[in-house]
């Protein structure tokens, strides 16, 4: 199945029409990070502002430019091509001399702070967005959907982008737990990509069958739940009591990202669960194949739509709101195109 066929919250409010991404300015992202640069240590930090490139061409153009290696620049994650966003990357210290002599085509150094420890992958709260949707035709439509929205949370799939621009990335990281030699050796940023999409694919089949249920905010008996505020998972024995707290957002329900080390759901959940792996020929321990690539985790099911705001330029609607880390935008614009 692909995105555009999954089941959407806001299913039953008309698409609002328009186009979106015409130029790179319609889509802007920035950085909430987890903390900020101290001042002092042996890492740099680079506030980039980027256009039209993508977080790994600027790595590649940093570490020639610095004369360090690609994996002594951290990130805390990558930002799309087609959009202008500012972000936190991380070099070591012993370079800062020659950062003056970086220069790539659409990309700017806004400011640069020392700080102790490397920038890590997840080193971040969220991202704040501004999307401009152009020609929207029924902005009523929009209002009630991007509504909806905040005050439920957003379905939180994983968006294309996490597929590869082909769609195949799950297929080879399938290919990669079940051992079998993939057309091309994947080099180790490719394996992990390949690995996490195959991941990636059946939480969003969980997903999916969730919302098709109408049971994308309800605790099940049986579920993993996790925590708003820590991130703390437990297994739901009294939906009675754990569904108030779902209503009041301190807790959602937890999909699967398969591995060994994913926290176990019970009963009929865990049922529905072991169908996903049947149905894609694959068995828990072939995850073990996967190493620290695919130890397993859980991913909430919905994610809050922080500082929404709808506004009206003419015929365009612009979108300002927060997300956590590692939840997609384009999900929003989804549920209200409704792709058509």
Sequence with gaps: MTDAGFPRLTAGVPGCGGAFKLTPEDFEVEELPAYLPSGEGTHLYLWVEKRGRDTREVVRALASALGVREDDIGSAGMKDRQAVTRQWLSVPANAE??????????????????HSNKLRTG?????????????VKDLGAARESFSRLAAEGVPNYFGEQRFGRAGDNADLGRMLLLGQRLPKRPDRFQRKLYLSAFQSRLFNQALAARLAAGTFATALLG??????????????????VDNPRVAAFEVSPAGPMFGPKMTASKGEVAEAEARLLVDAGVTLSDFQRGGDETEGTRRPYRVRLGAAELTVDGEDAQLTFELPRGAYATEV????LKDG
């Design 223 to 240: 579920d993993v739940l996790r925590k708003e505020e820590t991130g703390g998972l437990f297994v739901c024995e009294a939906p009675d």
């Design 123 to 135: 080193h971040l709260r969220g991202n704040r967005f501004r999307l401009r949707l152009r020609g």
């Design 333 to 336: 614009l989804h549920e209200l």
């Design 97 to 114: 001399a020659r950062v003056p002599e970086f220069a790539l085509d659409g990309v700017r150094v806004l400011e640069a702070k020392r």
